[in-house]
Structure formats: structure tokens, C-alpha cells
């Protein structure tokens, strides 16, 4: 398949899902208003998408290992930034941050900064480098840059991070389907983890872009068709008065953005103080995201240095459609959550967030079997093999990743283990920590050495590592040991716990590891640091250990260096 075919692929898989989409949207309406049941109504628009999902992940399968990994490096910027836009999407719902941008005020503003923020760092800092090395995986330019046994740190890192960002999404979205549809979680996950296999098993890169382009067409839809239903319904039940929903949602956007005084103080003025408060998770998440595979892995997929860089600007564009059309239509559904919700509401609801869900998890489980069968497995077998068995492999190896995430997924919506939102947060802070400092000290610092990066991988990566397992499960010794101390309520000031009493309760003292009713869990931490921003002192651990270790260290030689700045140049990299 040429650009042009592809380009073609995509242009038809986004008009086709969005037609078939808000046909069927249509349809499933005019049903519920001529008596169908609410609960067949809302059902079917949870399993319309789905079907367009597979449908699309049929049709783009792929004939070779290179289409596979990366469709041959022939997905245009514009589609790659749909791509991305619609992997931010589940993020940014589960943690929050475009509902919280109009309902916290410049409370919220910091998730929507640090998500939104990667893309920028990646555009200019990382993407477009790594694609000028034609690195295949993100390991894979860690292994050009600094060795093998740096590429294993690196995909060890890999596999933690996208196996928590799958699960964390898979038990968020089997949740919205076990509600929708009646079913237990673990038939959820289920759907959801069968669904994501068809969507990449067959075409890999190729597929999962157009069921991204696809997904981003149901979530634009969905959410602008959810905000056309509630302008049609003007009552406020709990008021007793007219409600006009196209005012509401110009009102939340004006206070959102500061440009109208809000009914919650702590909405504006927006000032840079409140940022700065926030730094620690702002950056983690910045960070996070630039070093996340799955993020970096649509640059990849592109033709050139050029396009790799347009794609980041692409996807910021995507993404600020969505900011402005996400918490429109959620603020709209949180105000009318006293109402009886029609079953096409909570069905588009529904559809929407489970658009966002799949994206995300889907590109996550890929970037992680593609980095498997790259990085590990591809090493350790013979070079003289039959061109089919790495293809064979690599989806194998996806078919393991998925029912792993599957079977953590299940594991903690069965025994409550882990908050998704906070599982996710983990996620890029532990990214941040194990990956971004070496990215960019070997992209832009022609001394960074190979004893330093595999000190700034193990120390940045390990040390959060320690912060987020001592504060969440092992907070007593937390507390005796490490000096740790209760965090402040961000509302007023005042300590979360009081850490002596708790410890004076043989029952908390005892639950080690700590349940998550352990009054100390998630509770406590050095300087009012929360463990979701624990890759802050990995981010400044993995910078200082890897430039002091380099600094230590034997110079790299200078055709070492040379192939280092040749990374920045555009049209020298490999194709």
C-alpha cells in the first residue's frame, strides 16, 4: 500500500465510520421515541461502534512485518495526529482533565497542561529524531544510542508501563459496559479485550490507525450529538425552571477559559500560582507522555523527520477539538444527572468514552508487542528464518499482552485493587522517570554515555519506583523509617491523616501491605509530593545520575558524536 492508498484508506474509514455512526444514531432515536425499550436503545449504541471497530480492523490487515509494526511508514501527519488525539482521549477522560477544565477551574487546568503539554515536548524534543534514526521501537533508539543491555532497561520499562496503561483503561471501560449492558466485569473486560484484538490483530499499525481515525469520528459525533440532545430537552427539573443548554455550555467554556466569573471561587482568575502548586504532577505528565511508546510510536509510522514533527502539531490541533467538545457535552450530562437519562443519552455516553477507552489501550498493548518481539524475542532467535515467523510472532506475542492486561484488569475490578485514574497517573510518572531523561540527554547531549544512561534509567525508574510502592502499600515504614510525613489538604493546609494515631491502631499498624482503607495509603510522602507524581524525583534523579555518570566517564569518540548531531539534521537519517 503506497501514501496515496493509505491516505485514501484512512479518508474512507473516517467518512464511512461517521456516516454509519450517526445514521445509526439517528435511527436508534427515532426507535426510542417510538416506544423501544431504553435499555435495547442505549445497548445498541454501545455495540454499533464496536462492530464498526472490527469491521475496520478486518478490512486493514497486514501482509508483512513492516506493515504490521509500522505500516511501512506511509500514515500522512494529519491521520497520525487523529491517531494521537484519539490515544490522549482515554487519559485524559479517566484522569479527567477536559471535564476539569470547566468544572475545577484552574484546579483542573494542570492535568489538561501536563497531557496536552507532551505532544509539544514530543514534537520538538523526541519524535522527530527518533523517526530520523528510523528506530522501529522506543527501545530500539535507546539500543542505537546507547547498547544492549541499555535496550533491555529500556523494554523492561516498556513492558511495566504499558501492561499498568492497558489494564488501567480496560477496567475503566468494562465498568461503563457492565453497567450499559448488565453484564459482570469480567464478561467486560472481555468484550473490551476481544474487540481491541480485532481491531489490531490483523493489520497491526495499519489497523489500529484506522480504528483510531474511526474511534475519533464516534467520539467528535458522540459528544456533539449528546450536546444537540440536551439543547432539544430545555427543563431543569431540579430547579423547576427553563433550561437552555446552549447558554450552559457557552457559560462553562467562557468560565473555563477565565473570560467569565464562575460560581466556584477557585475557578478564576487563572494564575500562574496555581500552576506552580501543581508542578510536580504538570511535569510527570508532560514528561510521561513524551516518553510513553504507544504516544511516540504514530511519529514512527510516518514518511519523514517533517512529518513525524507535523504529526505532533496535528494531533494538538485533534486534541483541542476535543478539549472544547468533551467537557461541553459531559458538563451538560452532569447537570442533568437528576434527570431520567434516555436510553440514546446514556448510550452516546457511553460510546464516547469507550472510543476514547479502546484507543488508548489498543495502541498500548501494540507498542508493547512490538516492542517484545523487537527488542527481546527478535534477539534471541536466529537471523535465518522464513519471512512469515516474526509476523507470526509479534501478533502472538500481542495475543499474550492483551490477556495479561486482561487478567490485571480483572483483578482489580474483582478485588478493588487499584483506582484506574490512579493506576494511569502511576503510569507516566513511571514513564517520565525511567525513559525521558535518556531520550533527551541522548538526542541533544553528544556526551551522554552509556554507563550514564543505564545509571539514569535504573536510578530515575527505580527510585519512583520505591516513592510510589513505601507510600501506597508499605506506609508505616514510610512513616518510622523514611521520614515520610502526611499530606496537606490541598483545601486547607491541614494534614490527610494524622499519622501518630493511625499508628498507634494495631489494626493499621499491622496491614502491611496496606489495604486501600489504610488511613496512610496514598497518604503520605515527602514535601507534600502525592505518590501519582512520584516520577518527579525520578525525573531529577535519571537527569542528575545519567549527565554525573557521563561527566565520570570516558568521552564518546567522535564518530559516536557526530552520528549523535547527524540526528538532528533533517534528510540524514535512514528512510
Known amino acids: 500500500m503506497s501514501a496515496t492508498e493509505a491516505s485514501d484508506h484512512l479518508r474512507r474509514v473516517c467518512g464511512t465510520c461517521a456516516l454509519a455512526f450517526l445514521l445509526g444514531t439517528v435511527l436508534l432515536a427515532i426507535g426510542e421515541a417510538r416506544g423501544v425499550a431504553r435499555e435495547v436503545i442505549g445497548g445498541a449504541l454501545v455495540l454499533l461502534p464496536f462492530v464498526l471497530y472490527a469491521a475496520v480492523g478486518i478490512v486493514s490487515s497486514a501482509s508483512d512485518l513492516s506493515d504490521f509494526k509500522l505500516a511501512r511508514r506511509r500514515i500522512p501527519a494529519a491521520f497520525a495526529g487523529i491517531a494521537g ?25 494542570p492535568l489538561l497542561i501536563g497531557l496536552a503539554g507532551g505532544y509539544v515536548l514530543l514534537g520538538v524534543l523526541i519524535g522527530p529524531f527518533l523517526r530520523n534514526a528510523a528506530a522501529r521501537t522506543l ?41 450499559m449492558l448488565a453484564v459482570d466485569a469480567d464478561i467486560a473486560i472481555s468484550v473490551l479485550a476481544a474487540v481491541l484484538l480485532v481491531c489490531t490483530l490483523p493489520g497491526g499499525m495499519t489497523g489500529l490507525t484506522a480504528s483510531q481515525v474511526a474511534q475519533y469520528a464516534v467520539l467528535l459525533i458522540g459528544s456533539l450529538a449528546a450536546f444537540l440532545l440536551f439543547t432539544a430537552r430545555p427543563y431543569d427539573a431540579t430547579a423547576g425552571a427553563p433550561y437552555d443548554a446552549l447558554a450552559r455550555a457557552v457559560e462553562t467554556v467562557l468560565q473555563g477559559l477565565g473570560l467569565a466569573p464562575a460560581r466556584s471561587p ?18 510527570c505528565l508532560m514528561t510521561g507522555t513524551a516518553a510513553l511508546p504507544h504516544v511516540i510510536m504514530p511519529a514512527l509510522s510516518t514518511g519523514s523527520m517533517g512529518q513525524a514533527r507535523a504529526s505532533a502539531a496535528w494531533t494538538l490541533v ?31 455516553l457511553a ?28 534477539r534471541l532467535t536466529r537471523q535465518s528464518q522464513t519471512p512469515q515467523r516474526p509476523l507470526i510472532r509479534v501478533r502472538s506475542l500481542l495475543v499474550i499482552a492483551v490477556l495479561v492486561a486482561w487478567a490485571l484488569a480483572s483483578y ?33 547531549w553528544t556526551r551522554t554515555t552509556t554507563a ?57 499498624l499491622d496491614d502491611v501491605p496496606a489495604s486501600a482503607a489504610n488511613p496512610l495509603a496514598s497518604r503520605i510522602g515527602w514535601f507534600n509530593v502525592s505518590n501519582t507524581a512520584c516520577g518527579i524525583f525520578g525525573l531529577i534523579a535519571g537527569f542528575a545520575i545519567t549527565a554525573g555518570v557521563s561527566f565520570l566517564g570516558k568521552e564518546p569518540s567522535a564518530r559516536k558524536r557526530e552520528q549523535v548531531e547527524a540526528l538532528r539534521l533533517p534528510g540524514t537519517g535512514n528512510p
Open 318 to 348: 485533534f486534541i483541542a477539538i476535543l478539549a472544547f467538545t468533551l467537557p461541553t457535552y459531559m458538563t451538560l450530562a452532569s447537570t442533568g444527572a437528576d434527570r431520567e437519562q434516555t436510553g440514546i443519552m446514556s448510550g452516546l
Open 85 to 109: 488525539a484519539s490515544a490522549w482521549a482515554g487519559a485524559a477522560l479517566l484522569i479527567g482533565a477536559p471535564t476539569s477544565l470547566f468544572l475545577a477551574g484552574y484546579d483542573g487546568r
Open 266 to 283: 477557585r475557578s478564576i482568575p487563572f494564575h500562574p500560582g496555581q500552576t506552580l502548586e501543581n508542578l510536580e504532577i504538570t511535569l
Open 452 to 508: 550514564g544512561a543505564i545509571a539514569g534509567i535504573t536510578s530515575g525508574f527505580g527510585i519512583s519506583l520505591f516513592y510510589l510502592l513505601v507510600t501506597r502499600y508499605f506506609p508505616q515504614a514510610g512513616v518510622v523509617q523514611f521520614g515520610m510525613w502526611p499530606l496537606a489538604d490541598p483545601a486547607n493546609g491541614l494534614p490527610l491523616v494524622d499519622a501518630a494515631e493511625a499508628l498507634s491502631h494495631p489494626l493499621w
Open 412 to 444: 482489580g475490578a474483582t478485588y478493588a485493587a487499584f483506582e484506574p485514574a490512579r493506576l494511569l497517573a502511576w503510569t507516566f510518572s513511571l514513564a517520565a522517570a525511567g525513559l525521558f531523561p535518556v531520550l533527551v540527554l541522548g538526542i541533544w
Open 351 to 378: 460510546a464516547v468514552s469507550l472510543a476514547a477507552m479502546l484507543a488508548g489501550a489498543s495502541a498500548s498493548a501494540l507498542a508493547l508487542a512490538n516492542s517484545l518481539e523487537h527488542d527481546l524475542c527478535g
Open 139 to 179: 527501545p530500539d533508539f535507546v539500543g542505537m544510542r546507547y547498547g544492549s543491555f541499555a535496550r533491555l532497561l529500556a523494554a523492561i520499562v516498556v513492558v511495566f508501563c504499558s501492561l499498568k496503561f492497558s489494564a488501567a483503561l480496560l477496567e475503566a471501560g468494562a465498568a461503563i459496559i457492565s453497567r
